[in-house]
């Protein structure tokens, strides 16, 4: 669960950046969340992927 | 800013995801549900398919914010020249085509714009080279050494008013200097914008310091 908490506040600080863009399309911020923001939000729905199969993988391995 | 969102609906349903996003997120943190199915399948929503459509559309609404007059303003350097063409008295290339409706706030783009096949991705490059000069060697330039030091990179291609102006038009060659230069502006040896011509396309361009 700390994972994915991890991967909740990433989320948001990708989000963040990409909506700092969107109101303010200035060179920064247009960066920014192109690349950050993107790497961030990656990042985070790697982390929940990774969470979300073993869990299932463990579910599994419990049920047999 | 709600006129300019409401303007475009890319700006909208980059914000509605995003809002919808970190509200389901922000009940994750603060509920700390138990990672039942149902929690999986709302953060699938949170995490992976909202954000993915808040990028997607960011990206778009990002490069269409890239082509704006703003945009290229937004660095200090480039402020004469937009000023210039926010000038509705000036009568430089530059202005009159950004009071003319085709091109309007996107004057900057559709005159330096690339127009080949890969013209798009091609000046987006050139733009990412333009951010990451003015970020490391002219963010703290002034204006005065900034109009001696920045040119244009390579001369300006009479393509490029050729994609408007093709020169087939018998209006245009009704002109004696268009029809008499005709071979020369089409291979480029004659630019559109020399001084004489239609040119300096900016106030301060081939101007000797």
Redesign the interface.
């Known amino acids: 669960m700390t994972a994915l908490r991890v991967s909740a506040v990433l989320t948001l600080l990708g989000l963040a950046l990409m909506v700092w863009s969107i109101v303010a399309p200035t060179p920064l911020p247009v960066m920014l969340a192109m690349t950050l923001g993107q790497l961030f939000g990656t990042v985070a729905f790697g982390i929940y992927l990774v969470v979300v199969v073993r869990d299932i993988r463990r579910a599994r391995a419990a049920a047999k | 800013?709600v006129e300019w969102?409401s303007s475009n609906p890319i700006?909208a349903v980059?914000?509605a995801c995003?809002g919808g996003?970190?509200l389901l997120?922000?009940w994750?943190?603060v509920r700390?549900p138990l990672?039942t199915h149902a929690t999986?399948l709302v953060?699938?929503m949170?995490?992976?398919i909202l954000?993915?459509a808040?990028?997607t559309t960011?990206?778009v609404?990002?490069f269409e914010?890239?082509k704006?007059r703003e945009?290229c303003g937004?660095?200090h350097v480039m402020t004469p020249y937009s000023d210039d063409s926010n000038d509705v008295h000036s009568t430089t290339l530059a202005s009159r085509h950004a009071r003319n409706k085709l091109f309007g706030d996107e004057n900057c783009y559709g005159c330096h714009a690339n127009y080949g096949m890969y013209g798009t991705v091609l000046t987006k490059l050139g733009g990412l080279r333009h951010?990451y000069l003015?970020v490391l060697d002219y963010r703290n330039t002034s204006l005065a050494d900034a109009r001696k030091s920045i040119h244009i990179r390579t001369p300006f291609q009479n393509s490029t008013c050729m994609h408007c102006h093709s020169t087939e038009a018998p209006i245009w060659n009704a002109v004696k200097e268009h029809a008499s230069l005709l071979p020369r502006l089409r291979d480029g040896s004659i630019s559109c914008a020399s001084s004489g011509c239609h040119g300096p396309a900016h106030p301060f361009s081939k101007v000797p310091m």
């Open positions: 800013m969102i700006f980059a914000l995003a996003s970190a997120v922000i994750f943190l700390r990672l999986k953060l699938l949170a995490i992976g954000p993915i808040t990028a960011g990206n609404a990002g914010a890239t704006t945009f937004s660095c951010v003015y």
